[in-house]
């Protein structure tokens, strides 16, 4: 069954610093993949998509994200960390018109 | 609408009653999906709905829940006599299909925060 793995459930970072968000998947074709950010009370927002070409795509709020296929990965990075990117981020496999999300990855940013 | 709308944003209900929520999807995106977020936890996936086909309701977790979609557009939810497990973020989302089965990428609305008392 097709499955996403977010190894770490929750990080903290200092403000300024570099940050990387892991995602494994399990899935037999070429999948597409997502990257969503929750903010405390909200909805989920799209930060990024991968569906073929380039292996390292852009995002907003300045993330950015590589797909490795040898290691189905899609982890999510960015250079420097601000106070409001605190959030829970949540990465996705694109299967047969359906989504399948991970656990999340809650991260808190010190000042 | 600009965006997936779901009411009521905050629902607090005795246990045993029934509640209805709903979500009025992005116009023209024919696939609709019933996401449950439990208290810091993932997404669950519940019911999923695309165009007129027969929707995909194996995540729903017991036969006390159940979802419509009229006239492809909006959709509610019904949880029967409401457990306070039920006790749960709501969140809906819409997409447009994207090639061959694929679908693009989900756009969600705000959630509904049930709370069965």
């Known amino acids: 069954a097709q499955s996403v793995t977010q190894p770490d459930i929750h990080i903290t970072v200092s403000e300024g610093a570099s940050l990387e968000l892991r995602c494994n998947y399990s899935?037999?074709?070429?999948?597409?993949l997502f990257w969503y950010v929750q903010s405390p009370g909200q909805g989920l927002q799209l930060l990024l998509k991968y569906f073929s070409g380039d292996t390292l795509v852009q995002g907003i709020k300045g993330f950015e994200a590589e797909f490795k296929r040898s290691q189905s990965s899609f982890n999510l990075r960015k250079p420097s960390v601000h106070w409001s990117d605190a959030a829970e981020y949540f990465c996705?496999?694109?299967?047969?018109?359906?989504?399948?999300f991970g656990p999340g990855t809650r991260l808190s940013v010190l000042p | 609408g600009a965006g997936v709308s779901q009411s009521p944003s905050n629902k607090v209900t005795e246990k045993g009653k029934d509640v209805e929520l709903r979500c009025d999807p992005i116009s023209g995106h024919t696939a609709l999906y019933w996401y449950r977020q439990s208290l810091g936890q993932g997404l669950e996936f519940l019911i999923y709905?695309?165009?007129?086909?027969?929707?995909?309701k194996s995540g729903l977790p017991s036969d006390r829940f159940s979802a419509e979609r009229t006239g492809g557009s909006v959709s509610t939810l019904t949880i029967q006599r409401t457990q306070q497990e039920d006790s749960a973020v709501y969140l809906c989302a819409s997409s447009l299909p994207g090639q061959g089965t694929m679908n693009t990428e989900a756009f969600f609305g705000q959630g509904t925060r049930l709370t069965v008392v």
């Open positions: 709905f695309q165009g007129n086909s027969a929707p995909d």
């Open positions: 996705a496999v694109g299967v047969s018109q359906n989504f399948v």
């Open positions: 899935y037999g074709a070429t999948p597409y």
